[in-house]
Structures are given as C-alpha cells and as structure tokens.
C-alpha cells in the first residue's frame, strides 16, 4: 500500500523564523491534506491540496504530485505554531493514510 | 455556528464499564470517522460511517461498537473487551470533496 513518510520528525525554531515541512508519499495521490494539531489535541485542516500551491496568512503549501512530495511553509513563526503537523493523503475513496507527524517547537 | 461537536471532552471510567463518546455534527456532511490517539503517536481508524445505519471496521474495530442512526450523530461505545481504552478519541467528518474536519476529542482514562 501507500506510503507517506514526513521530515523532519522533530523541528525546534526561535519565535520568527521560517520552516519547511516535507511530506513524501509513494504512489500518485489525489488529494492531500495538511492538519496542524495544537498542544491541547484538536486537530485543525490547514490546507487541502492535490496539486499547486496554496496560502493562507503565513502558511502555504505546494503538492508537486508529478514527483510525490508536498510542502508546507511556515513564515515568521509565532508560539501559536507549535504543535505536530500531519500530512494524509487517500488510501480509498473513504480512509486516508497519514504520516506521522513533525512536532514544531516554537521558542519564545 | 457550523461544527462538530464532541462529548464528553474528559471522561473517567473503571475497569470492566463500557462508556459511549458522543459526536455530533451539523455540517450535512454524509460520513463520519472515529480515530483513536496514544500519546505522542499517530491517528488509528477505528470505525467508519459513509452513510446513515452503515458503518465499517478500521484497522483498530476490535473492543469498540458505533451506531448511525441519524446524519447528524455517530456515538462510538468503548467496551469492556478493549484491553487498553485510555486514549484521546477524535470525530471527525467528510465533505464530499474528501477534506476531513475534526472535533475537539475525547480524553478517556481508565482508573
């Protein structure tokens, strides 16, 4: 089955600084989905993406789904951010697959 | 205010009790998804629901029971049988473009 692997597993940043989070998944997909979870466990739907590039503030995600990657930029990180970000992408018309996870620490 | 609202958002049980979590949502969304979540791991399907008064076993089914009688509701019960049944429960739910919105989860601990 699908694959979906997510780099790095862990990211520590100081307040302000920019990150990129990698999400690499092994067959053709689509459609796919970035949630953030914050430290009190809700999960929120940051972006679904099957292909291109979106922005929403200071996050942003592009899916290359020709080369089986998506992205997604965070900018001038705020304490607001940490949490662990998941990438899912389908593994049938009604589950989804999901990587597992990049915990981001943001320093005050 | 459209959502999916779950509870009870911290729940208590002892050994041996079977305890429902309740999630309830008002998006017309036609499926619905209960995952499980251990500490510092991922999200395990447990069941789901594509339509009303159908659902279907995800990968960790075994100790936990569901009903869809209604759209709006889809009740997960944790049973006696589940040998390890402190986790944080999440709901979700599907728009038919395939985003998945959550609620804010279930924190079971059992004494």
């Known amino acids: 089955g699908i694959q979906v692997e997510q780099s790095p597993p862990d990211l520590i940043l100081q307040e302000g600084a920019n990150s990129t989070l990698r999400c690499n998944f092994s067959?053709?997909?689509?459609?796919l989905q970035w949630f953030h979870q914050n430290p009190w466990g809700q999960l929120i739907n940051l972006f679904y993406i099957p292909s291109g590039t979106k922005q929403n503030g200071r996050l942003s995600a592009t899916t290359v789904a020709t080369e089986r990657y998506s992205l997604l930029y965070i900018s001038s990180s705020q304490t607001t951010d940490s949490g662990v970000y998941f990438c899912a992408v389908p593994r049938s018309n009604y589950q989804l697959i999901w990587g597992a996870g990049t915990k981001l620490i943001i320093k005050p | 205010d459209g959502g999916i609202t779950q509870s009870p958002k911290y729940l208590f049980r002892k050994e041996g009790q079977n305890v429902t979590l309740s999630c309830e949502q008002n998006?017309?969304?036609?499926?619905m998804y209960w995952y499980r979540q251990d500490p510092g791991q991922g999200l395990r399907l447990i069941y789901y629901?594509?339509?009303?008064?159908?659902?279907q076993k995800g990968d960790i089914a075994e100790g936990y029971s569901v009903s869809r009688e209604k759209k709006e509701s889809f009740p997960l019960t944790v049973t006696s049988a589940q040998k390890n049944p402190t986790a944080f429960y999440l709901c979700?739910?599907?728009?038919?473009?395939?985003?998945?919105?959550f609620g804010e989860g279930s924190r079971l601990t059992v004494l």
């Open positions: 979700a739910s599907r728009r038919n473009t395939g985003e998945l919105f």
């Open positions: 998006l017309n969304h036609d499926a």
């Open positions: 067959d053709s997909v689509n459609n």
């Open positions: 629901s594509q339509i009303v008064n159908d659902f």
